[in-house]
């Protein structure tokens, strides 16, 4: 087991941000969307990059996302097939990994900007293959899959690694974790983003 926040070159971290965010109903893209001084995919990249877990990918699709300076570390996927559903943006992120010879990924979402950093270490140092994190008992992101298991993902459709959790129970990690694993689905969901950023980080 690794020690949390610490580099670990066989794991690797994924931001899925490639999704159209139709319900969203804001004037911008809900990822591009001011909310406590930054975007809402900004939060969460921010957040998966201070984890210090090993190396950064983030999948796009949909709209252009802005390169975060500082970071050569963070690589950019383009998923060209991301109106067919998340299955394919994750599909993208498992062949980064396989390419890099990663033992195991943590993948979470670009429009969840709760999600604190001690979350993304926490389940990255988990031992188990399969691990989840959770908020007061409910199950979010980030997730943790082991290489052994990027076979059995889905190839398409709207579902990433739920269906392989629910299949293989006995080996999955329920990692308790501050924050939130809120979503930002409709532009409603912004003052309540908001208020639990300047809640749980001083913001």
């Known amino acids: 087991m690794t020690t949390p926040n610490s580099k670990n070159p066989s794991v690797g971290v994924v931001l899925l941000a490639a999704g159209g965010g139709s319900r969203f109903g804001g004037s911008h893209h809900k990822l ?3 909310v406590a001084g930054k ?16 190396p950064v990918a983030v999948v796009w699709g949909s709209v252009e996302l802005p390169r975060y300076e500082g970071s050569e570390a963070v690589t950019y996927l383009r998923n060209e097939a991301w109106a067919t559903g998340m299955a394919s943006s994750v599909q993208c992120a498992l062949q980064w990994a396989s390419e890099r010879g990663l033992q195991s990924v943590v993948i979470g ?6 999600i604190p950093p001690s979350a ?20 979010a992101n980030p997730v943790k899959l082991h ?17 392989l959790l629910r299949s ?3 080996l999955v990690a329920e990692v308790p974790c ?3 694993g809120i979503d930002v689905d409709h532009v409603e969901d912004i003052e309540r983003v908001a208020k639990i950023i300047h809640e749980s980080r001083g913001k």
């Open 120 to 139: 993304w270490a926490a389940v990255a140092n988990s031992s188990s293959p399969l691990a989840v994190a959770t908020y007061q008992g409910v199950r």
């Open 39 to 54: 975007t809402v995919f900004e939060w969460a990249l921010q957040s998966a990059l201070a984890a210090n877990i090993g």
């Open 147 to 163: 290489a052994e298991f990027f076979a059995l993902i889905p190839q398409s459709g709207d579902e990433g690694a739920r269906s």
């Open 168 to 170: 293989h129970p006995e």
């Open 109 to 114: 979402l670009g429009d969840q900007p709760c």
């Open 32 to 34: 591009l969307t001011s």
């Open 178 to 180: 501050i924050g939130s």
